[in-house]
C-alpha cells in the first residue's frame, strides 16, 4: 500500500492525508486475512473540504469508497476451512475468496439506473444548490482560455478552408473538458494528450504563436515541420507529443505514471481520448496495467458521441465509458463535460485521489463533438443538423460559464468584447507571421529518425542534394537548404 | 440470375472460368477471370477508383449472400466513400459499422471467413493496420498451415488505403506492404487504376486465401477511366507488362505507376526504351514476367513509396539477380522513399519524384 508509507511533499497533498483518518485504518486492516476487511475507505468530502482552501469546495454527501485486493489464500490460513469443507460458505481459489450462493443468477448487461452525471451548474449557468466557489482570478482565466481556444478554433479552421494550412481539427464544444481538467492540475501533472485537447497546452502557456507555427508547419515549430497540423508536444509544458493514432497513447500514460510513483513525485500522469478510443485494444491494456500498477493517472474521456461517423450506440453497448472503471479496479466518475465547474471540481479531487492512494481514476465526461471531425470530414452527412445546432448553442459550455462569472460580477459585455478583439488581432498577426515565416530546413528531414543521422541516411541526404542540384525545380523554394 | 446475366454480357474474348474451389453458399462461375495474356477491352462507364471500388463491392455483395463488409465508419460511405449506399442496399446486417479497433476487425473477419463467409473488412488507413498486425501474422496467415487445412480464412479480404497525399504526414501516407510480404500466407495485392481495382478486388474477394488489398487513395478521385460494369475478375499473381521497352526494365505497383510511366516518357525523349511491368500482386508475385523482361533489356529499375530499405524493391532485386546474373549491364537501381518517418513539409524531397527516376535510369543505361 504505497500510499501509508509515500511522503509527500507537498503540503496540499499532506494536509488531505492528515484528514484521512479512515484511509490509515484500513491500511492497517488490509493485513488482515479476511473477506471483509480488506476495505480501504476514503472520504471524497474530505478530500473536498481540503479543496476548500484553494478556491473549491465540494459540498458532496460522503462517498466511501471499497478498495480490494483479491488475495490469494495461502495454505496455511486455510486450516480451519479445510476440516469444514462440506459446510464452506466460499470459494477458495488462487484469487481469494468468493461467497457460494445456491441461487443461479446471472448479472444483467446493464445496470438498473445509467450512472449519473455529475455537474455543478446548471443549463442556464447557476449553481446548483449547495454547489461549489471557485476564486475569482482561477473562473476569470479559465473562461479567458475556453474563448480564446473557440476563437483560435474558429480562425485555424477558416485558414485551412482558405487554403493556407492544409489540416484543422477543432475543439469547438468540448472547450471546457480542455480548460477545466487543464486548470485542475498542477505544471508537474505529465500530460499525455490525444489530439483534441490543445487548451491544455493553452492553460499551461503554449502562445498563439507557438500554436500558428505548428499549423504552418514553418521553422518555428517545435517539432520541425514533421506532422501534421494540431499534432503539438511541448517538453517544456509537459505534454507528450501527440500522434494521430487512436488511444496508443494511453499506456504510454500509465508507464509516465509509474515513474512519478517510483520518483515520488507529487505529481500524476493525465491522458485524454475519446468513446471512439475506448474499443482500441491499448484503453483496457492501459486500464488495466493501470490498476495493477496501481498507478497515479487520470483517464479522461471525452464522450462526445461521435468517433468520425461512428456513434456510441455502434461503438459499445455499455451505460458508456465509466462502468469500465469498476471492472478494471479503477474508481471513476461520470461529469457532465459542458460544466466548467463540475469538471474542474471533479478532475482536481481526482488527482488528489490519484497522487495520495496511487491509484488510477477513470473520469468520463459527458459532451458533444460539435465541429466536424476534422476538416476531412461534413459531419452533416451523418447526423442531424438541429442535434449540431442545440449543442454549438443551447449547450455551448463557454456560454454557461460566462453567466456563471458574469452573476459573480466578474465579467461583462465589455470585457468580452475586448477579450475576443484582442485574441483575434493577436491571431491573425500570429497566423501572417507564420504563414511568413520559412519552413525548417532540410537537414531536420535527417535528424531525430535516430538520436544521430546514420551513415545510410547521410547517403540519401547528399544524393537528395545533389538532385535538388540538378532539378530545382521540382522542390519548393521556402525551404533553407 | 445475377451470374447468368452477367454471362451474357461477358464478352467473347473473355474466358469463362470455374471457380469453385471454395465452400461458399454461391461459387463464382459467373464471373469471368480474364486471362492475362488478353486485354479487358469492353468498355464501361468512366468512373474514379473510388466508384470502381465500390462497384466491385456492390457485386461482391450481390452475388454471395454469405459476403460481408464491414470497418470503422462504412456504414454511412466510409471516409473515402468507398462503400457508399451499400448499407442502404445490403442492410445493416451484411454493412456495418464496427467500433474501432483494427485488431477486433481482423480477428472478427478470420473467424467470419473460417465459417465459409466472405469477410471483406476495411482498416480505414493503412497507417492503422498495425494494432491488426498480431491478427494478420499469426493468426490469418497460418490458419490453414497450423489445422493441416481443417480450417481457413481464404475468404477475409482487408482493404485499406495507403500512400502519398501530398498532407499527409506520418499517419496517413504510409506504404506498409513490405511487412505484409514477409509473411507467408497471406497475398498482396496493389491496384494501380479503377479498372484493375476493380477486377483485382472481385478476384481478392473470392480468391481462397486471405488477402490484404492495398488502395492508393492518391488514385481514388484523381484516376479515372473507362471500367466495364459486369461481373469480371483480373487474375493474382500475374505482372503486366503496361509498356514494352529494350532498353530498360521498370517495376512498380499502385500509384507509384503513374510517376514511373512519365519518367518513361521523358526517357523515352532521350531516346532511352522503357518497359514498364505492373507488379499487382506483391506476394506470391511473378517472377517469371520480370524475369523474362529483364533477360530482354539486361537492367532493371524498381520504384516504390516506401522507405528502401526492406521494402519489397530489395526482394524483387536480389530474385532477379540470383536469376539473371550474368545478364545484367548494370546495378538494380532502386527509387525509394528514403529511410525515414513520412515527413509532412518534406514530403516533395521524400517521394521518388519523376526526375529521380529518369536520373536513375539514364545512370543504368550509361552504367
Known sequence: ?481 | MVMSTSLRRCGRRLVFSVFNNREFSTTCQGSKVIQHHEQLQETGKSLNLCSAINQALHIALETDPRSYVFGEDVSFGGVFRCTKGLAEKFGKKRVFNTPLCEQGIVGFGIGLAAMDNRAIAEIQFADYIFPAFDQIVNEAAKFRYRSGNQFNCGGLTIRTPYGAVGHGGHYHSQSPEAFFCHVPGIKVVVPRSPREAKGLLLSCIRDTNPVIFFEPKWLYRLAVEEVPEHDYMLPLSEAEVIREGSDITLVGWGAQLSIMEQACFDAEKEGISCELIDLKTLIPWDKETVETSVRKTGRLLISHEAPVTGGFGAEISASIVERCFLRLEAPVARICGLDTPFPLVFEPFYIPTKNKIVDAIKATVNY
Open chain 1, 1 to 481: 500500500m504505497a500510499v501509508c508509507v509515500r511522503q509527500s511533499r507537498n503540503s496540499i497533498i499532506n494536509h488531505v492525508k492528515a484528514k484521512m483518518g479512515l484511509l490509515g485504518l484500513t491500511c492497517l486492516s488490509s493485513s488482515m486475512p479476511s473477506l471483509n476487511n480488506d476495505h480501504r475507505t476514503l472520504s471524497a468530502a474530505s478530500l473536498a473540504k481540503d479543496l476548500r482552501n484553494q478556491n473549491s469546495v465540494l459540498e458532496n454527501k460522503p462517498i466511501l469508497y471499497r478498495t480490494r485486493r483479491f488475495d490469494s489464500t495461502k495454505p496455511h490460513q486455510r486450516s480451519g476451512v479445510q476440516s469444514n469443507v462440506a459446510n464452506s460458505q466460499f470459494l477458495d481459489f488462487p484469487g481469494g475468496k468468493v461467497a457460494f450462493t445456491s441461487e443461479m443468477r446471472f448479472i444483467s448487461e446493464s445496470p438498473k439506473e445509467r450512472i449519473p452525471c455529475y455537474r455543478v451548474l446548471d443549463d442556464d449557468g447557476q449553481l446548483i444548490e449547495g454547489g461549489i466557489n471557485v476564486g475569482k482570478e482561477i473562473a476569470v482565466k479559465m473562461y479567458s482560455d475556453m474563448a480564446t481556444l473557440q476563437t483560435m478554433d474558429t480562425i485555424f479552421y477558416d485558414a485551412q478552408r482558405q487554403g493556407r494550412i492544409s489540416f484543422y481539427l477543432t475543439t469547438i464544444g468540448e472547450e471546457a473538458i480542455n480548460i477545466a481538467s487543464a486548470a485542475a492540475l498542477t505544471i508537474d501533472d505529465f500530460v499525455v494528450p490525444q489530439y483534441r485537447e490543445p487548451g491544455v497546452l493553452l492553460w499551461r502557456g503554449f502562445t498563439l504563436e507557438q500554436f500558428a507555427n505548428q499549423c504552418f508547419s514553418n521553422r518555428g515549430d517545435d517539432c520541425r515541420g514533421r506532422q501534421m497540423p494540431i499534432h503539438y508536444g511541448s517538453k517544456k509544458l509537459n505534454y507528450l507529443t501527440v500522434a494521430s493514432t487512436i488511444a496508443s497513447q494511453l499506456p504510454h500514460a500509465v508507464g509516465v505514471a509509474y515513474s512519478l510513483k517510483m520518483d515520488g513525485k507529487d505529481a500524476c500522469a493525465v491522458t485524454y481520448f475519446g468513446d471512439g478510443g475506448s474499443s482500441e485494444g491499448d484503453f483496457h491494456a492501459a486500464l488495466n496495467f493501470a490498476a495493477v500498477t496501481e498507478a497515479p493517472v487520470l483517464f479522461i474521456c471525452r464522450n462526445n458521441g461521435w468517433a468520425i461517423s461512428t456513434p456510441t450506440s455502434d461503438q459499445f453497448r455499455s451505460d458508456g465509458i465509466v462502468v469500465r472503471g469498476e471492472a478494471y479496479g479503477v474508481r471513476s466518475i461520470r461529469v457532465d463535460g459542458n460544466d466548467t465547474l463540475a469538471l474542474y471540481s471533479a478532475v482536481r479531487t481526482a488527482r488528489e485521489m490519484a497522487i495520495c492512494e496511487q491509484r488510477p481514476i477513470l473520469i468520463e465526461a459527458m459532451t458533444y463533438r460539435v465541429g466536424h471531425h476534422s476538416t476531412s470530414d461534413d459531419s452533416t452527412k451523418y447526423r442531424p443538423v438541429d442535434e449540431i445546432e442545440l449543442w454549438r448553442s443551447a449547450r455551448d459550455p463557454i456560454t454557461r460559464f460566462r453567466k456563471w462569472i458574469e452573476s459573480n460580477g466578474w465579467w461583462s459585455s465589455e470585457a468580452e468584447s475586448e477579450l475576443r478583439s484582442n485574441v483575434r488581432k493577436q491571431l491573425l498577426d500570429a497566423i501572417q507571421v507564420a504563414e511568413r515565416t520559412e519552413k525548417p530546413p532540410l537537414v531536420d528531414m535527417f535528424t531525430d529518425v535516430y538520436d544521430a543521422v546514420p551513415s545510410n541516411l547521410s547517403e540519401q541526404e547528399k544524393w537528395l542534394r545533389e538532385t535538388i542540384k540538378i532539378h530545382p525545380q521540382d522542390y519548393p523554394s521556402d525551404f533553407p537548404l
